[in-house]
């Protein structure tokens, strides 16, 4: 079964450019996350998916950031515009049910963004 | 705000000790207890999930969970050079949205 699939796997922007990343999750799953990883944290929460619809999106900055899971399947994280701080590895998990409390998330290998 | 406090380390521990990684929530409603090990430029990794109090044990890996404390604890036996890593303890309630720790980094001495 393959896993979860993310590109690309890095990317170096300037402060002000637009970025955007991609995810497809694993056959079937149904719930999908993007997490932003700072260096030195731990993974932090940014929207969780069901289907295509959004269950939390409350730690997201929505005046730069931006996703969409249009069909339900894959998903696109957008950043626009970039600042310094955003600098982190985006990883995308995905879940094969509804996300109930027992269910195993499954992460992507991150895409690791440089905003120089 | 619900937080998950680790403490960052680093841990080290010689070859075939015990490596003990401590972890605690701020939030009584949780319900789930996971474990993951992140090795250096990877994706974090299921090791160990647990949902009652007490211990629970897979191969050289114990977990151990008391609710009324608030603490969530990760044992491996045996430590080998390979398990050296950051475990990130992350906590769940209701829509299993994970909150993680900061992570311990381990590293297990030859």
């Known amino acids: 079964e393959a896993g979860v699939a993310q590109s690309p796997r890095y990317k170096i922007i300037e402060k002000r450019q637009s970025v955007a990343f991609w995810c497809n999750p694993i056959s079937g799953h149904a719930t999908l996350y993007w997490y932003q990883q700072i260096l030195g944290q731990g993974p932090k929460l940014l929207i969780q998916?069901?289907?295509?619809?959004?269950?939390?999106d409350s730690q997201l900055p929505k005046d730069r950031f931006s996703a969409e899971r249009l069909k339900g399947v894959d998903s696109t994280l957008k950043i626009q515009p970039a600042k310094l701080e955003d600098s982190a590895v985006y990883l995308c998990a995905s879940v094969w049910g509804l996300a109930g409390v027992t269910d195993t998330q499954y992460f992507g290998p991150g895409t690791r963004l440089t905003v120089l | 705000q619900k937080e998950v406090e680790q403490n960052s380390g680093p841990l080290s521990v010689p070859e075939g000790a015990i490596a003990s990684l401590n972890c605690t929530y701020s939030?009584?409603?949780?319900?789930?207890f996971f474990w993951y090990r992140q090795y250096s430029g990877k994706s974090p990794e299921l090791i160990m999930s647990?949902?009652?109090?007490g211990d629970k044990e897979d191969g050289r890996f114990t977990a151990q969970l008391n609710k009324a404390s608030q603490y969530v604890s990760l044992l491996i036996r045996d430590s080998q050079p390979s398990d050296s890593a950051t475990y990130l303890c992350a906590v769940s309630s209701g829509a299993n949205n994970l909150f993680f720790g900061t992570g311990t980094r381990l590293t297990v001495i030859p």
């Open positions: 647990i949902y009652s109090n």
């Open positions: 998916f069901q289907n295509n619809g959004v269950v939390d």
């Open positions: 939030d009584r409603v949780s319900q789930s």
